[in-house]
């Protein structure tokens, strides 16, 4: 008898630590535009794709079980439309890239930042214990590339892009969110024909896996906190 209760305790000791082990594994959703995708890359190339097996690869234990991403969504179709399939996730971790089509769409700064906080206070609420579990990632400065200029309409894109990625980091920073910035290390592309895809626009998986290598550690951390 005595053996037998020792066998259920153990039993019972190694459920509960696989359970509390699977309790721990990050269920990741990646909300975005384009560069979230990782349009001009074959999808197993975007960086959200890569961070997955990265984590993995440090023994994090990472699902990415969602991203709602598309070409050409701005931040209401964010609002619109990915962030129903967030709701529907059991998600403990995001990424959120967007803002570049605002700015091509002449959304304004204001009406840029409005939208931006209502997506954040909305993931915080719904991550509830895990509302810092949030990392942002800049818009990169697609002027660089042959075909950017043709979204200008005769606008800066530079200082248009910088201008949001200045509310960004400005909203990172109010939260205490992490905040990985491309926009510098994007600009390289200028000079680098290989990292530029067919398209003319965007990234090709090279660059992608630039933008990965510098939001790795930053995970990292926030996930091991």
């Known amino acids: 008898m005595i053996k037998l209760l020792s066998t259920i305790g153990i039993a ?6 696989t359970t509390g082990m699977k309790d ?5 959703v ?3 535009d384009s560069y979230t995708i990782g349009t001009g890359a074959n999808p197993n190339e975007a960086w959200p794709n890569l961070l997955t097996k990265h984590l993995n690869d440090a023994g994090i234990k990472t699902e990415l079980i969602a991203n709602p991403a598309r070409n050409g969504f701005t931040t209401q179709n964010l609002i619109d439309i990915e962030l129903p399939e967030f709701d529907k996730s059991d998600a403990n971790f995001v990424t959120i890239q967007i803002g570049v089509n605002d700015w091509v769409r002449e959304v304004t ?3 840029f930042e409005t939208n931006l906080v209502f997506i954040l206070d909305h993931v915080q609420k719904k991550l509830k214990d895990n509302k810092k579990r949030i990392v942002l990632v800049t818009i990169p ?3 660089v590339t042959p075909q950017g200029s043709k979204y200008s309409k005769g606008r ?3 200082a248009g892009i910088t201008e949001f990625n200045d509310i960004i980091k400005a909203q990172a920073q109010k939260r205490e969110l992490s905040c990985v910035d491309v926009f510098k290390i994007s600009q390289n592309m200028k000079d680098m024909p290989l990292y530029i895809a067919a398209d003319g626009l965007h ?9 990965e290598n510098l939001i790795l550690p930053v995970a990292k951390s926030v996930l091991e906190k």
């Open 24 to 28: 721990k594994s990050v269920k990741y």
């Open 109 to 111: 700064a204001t009406n």
């Open 12 to 17: 019972v000791i190694c459920f509960a630590f």
């Open 156 to 158: 800066d894109i530079s």
């Open 141 to 143: 400065d697609f002027g």
């Open 203 to 211: 990234p090709t998986a090279r660059e992608y896996a630039v933008w």
């Open 30 to 32: 990646a909300l975005g």
